[in-house]
């Protein structure tokens, strides 16, 4: 099956910067996504990679290494609104018939003054 | 993007009796997906819902516990039956637009309490 691993909580101060790493192992790969979630709301998409490298998408970068099935997703300058939960997510290209994303444990951010 | 709304936005309901959950988009989309959220934890994919055509269930979810109705491109439903306080969680229902499959756009949720 597919499984992805997420460092439970990450605790940071504001204005710094935190990585939020995810492992994955899963039957095919279409790509990598990051979603966003506060306390009662609903997940919001973040970034996708499916090819290696960085994306920037202003303060949140993504990053993925398919040789190492592994990912991070980096916030910089943090700010205060950014404590949340954030998942990262893999489409598997087999399951579902290929349309369907499976979610990682999910990381919970604190940022602190 | 779209705009997706859900009815209940939450509910408390009696243990053995089963609860319909509404998720409207205002777009035409092909594939809508519903997700159950424990509190604290990760989205679980329950089943997706394709217009014209039976719901397709993950492992560990039936059709007889959670029965989905797809009428259209723009609603859909998601009955929990015969509720038990294990089912008490988030249910969101989600749905992608064109091709892009890596980008969902989630609902709001509806959170269920059974007693």
């Known amino acids: 099956g597919q499984s992805l691993e997420q460092p439970s909580e990450v605790t940071a101060v504001e204005g710094a910067i935190v990585q939020i790493n995810c492992t994955y192992q899963?039957?095919?790969?279409?790509?990598l996504s990051w979603y966003q979630q506060h306390d009662g709301g609903a997940p919001t998409f973040l970034s996708y990679?499916?090819?290696?490298g960085l994306e920037e998408t202003g303060r949140f970068s993504s990053f993925l290494s398919r040789s190492d099935s592994y990912g991070y997703l980096l916030l910089q300058e943090l700010q205060m609104k950014d404590s949340a939960s954030y998942f990262c997510?893999?489409?598997?290209?087999?399951?579902?018939?290929?349309?369907?994303?499976?979610f990682g444990t999910g990381t919970q951010l604190k940022v602190e003054l | 993007s779209a705009v997706i709304s859900q009815k209940p936005s939450r509910d408390i309901c009696q243990r053995g009796t089963s609860l319909t959950i509404q998720c409207q988009v205002d777009?035409?989309?092909?594939?809508m997906f519903w997700y159950r959220q424990q509190p604290g934890q990760s989205l679980t994919l329950i089943a997706t819902?394709?217009?014209?055509?039976?719901?397709?269930?993950e492992s560990g979810f039936v059709i007889d516990k959670f029965p989905i109705s797809r009428p259209n491109l723009t609603f859909s439903t998601l009955t929990v039956s015969n509720m038990s306080p294990e089912d008490s969680s988030i249910y969101l229902c989600?749905?992608?637009?064109?091709?892009?499959?890596?980008?969902?756009?989630f609902g709001p949720g509806t959170r269920l309490t059974v007693l």
């Open positions: 989600s749905v992608v637009e064109g091709g892009a499959y890596n980008e969902q756009f």
């Open positions: 899963t039957s095919g790969f279409y790509g």
């Open positions: 990679n499916a090819l290696d």
């Open positions: 997510a893999v489409r598997d290209g087999v399951t579902g018939g290929g349309n369907k994303l499976t």
């Open positions: 777009s035409q989309v092909t594939m």
């Open positions: 819902a394709n217009q014209g055509s039976e719901a397709t269930y």
